[in-house]
């Protein structure tokens, strides 16, 4: 099941990096983030958990790098599509060359938020390939630092569906594949990621995840 993304986050992990601090005014500390994304979704896609489609950008900030400050500015988002042949390699190239047109046009604004979106492999009970969209994407931000956060709409990675039902042959397959690509991300950023003990619909332990339970260990549907 693949659950709704205007309806919450099934289970995500928050990869701050906490060793530089950094303000959201200049196009250098955006092009290091667009590489932080970048570098987590090249991962992603090897596992076979993401192939990304476009990339949005939500928001715009005026910066002043003089004084560190600054300003929301209206302007509309801005989606940039991403070829299914150049995959995750060439996202900040193309995210750039949108960025470039874009000053032309208005001058430099930095994003709010940039989330990177598309589909990715769910092994169904057979082991068979179900490609799915949103299994996971990204969600990139800069406060006083810059911010990757792995997300997932799947429930694949639990040993009982959104809707309680038991599916262990899809967690056996799933849930590994997960692990081992948040593992990587973790390493190749050399972040170790803030986590949340549970969402609304998934109980977190470190990767990985199980369903919510009541008081006498009976699976919680948590879909609606």
Not at 18 to 24: F, I
Not at 67 to 81: L, W
Request: net charge negative; with cysteine.
């Amino acid at each position: 099941m693949i659950f709704n993304r205007k309806k919450g986050i099934v289970a995500d992990w928050w990869f701050e990096d906490r060793r530089r601090l950094v303000s959201p005014t200049s196009r250098t500390e955006l092009h290091q983030l667009l590489e932080m994304c970048q570098s987590a979704a090249l991962v992603l896609e090897v596992h076979d958990l993401f192939r990304p489609s476009r990339v949005i950008f939500e928001g715009w900030l005026r910066p002043n790098p003089d004084t560190g400050d600054t300003v929301r500015v209206e302007e509309p988002d801005v989606t940039v599509a991403i070829p299914q042949e150049i995959g995750s390699r060439e996202l900040v190239t193309y995210c750039e060359k949108a960025l470039d047109k874009l000053e032309q046009q208005r001058s430099f604004l930095y994003p709010i938020d940039l989330y990177m979106m598309g589909a990715g492999v769910v092994l169904d009970a057979d082991g068979q390939e179900q490609e799915q969209p949103d299994v996971t994407w990204l969600w990139g931000k800069t406060l006083d630092a810059h911010i990757v956060n792995v997300c997932t709409q799947s429930d694949a990675w639990l040993p009982y569906t959104l809707l309680a039902q038991p599916q262990p042959a899809v967690w056996k397959l799933n849930a590994p594949r997960l692990e081992a690509a948040l593992q990587e991300i973790q390493n190749r950023l050399g972040i170790l990621p803030y986590i949340n003990s549970h969402s609304d619909h998934a109980v977190i332990d470190g990767f990985r995840l199980s369903n919510h339970t009541d008081c006498d260990d009976e699976v919680l549907p948590t879909y609606w």
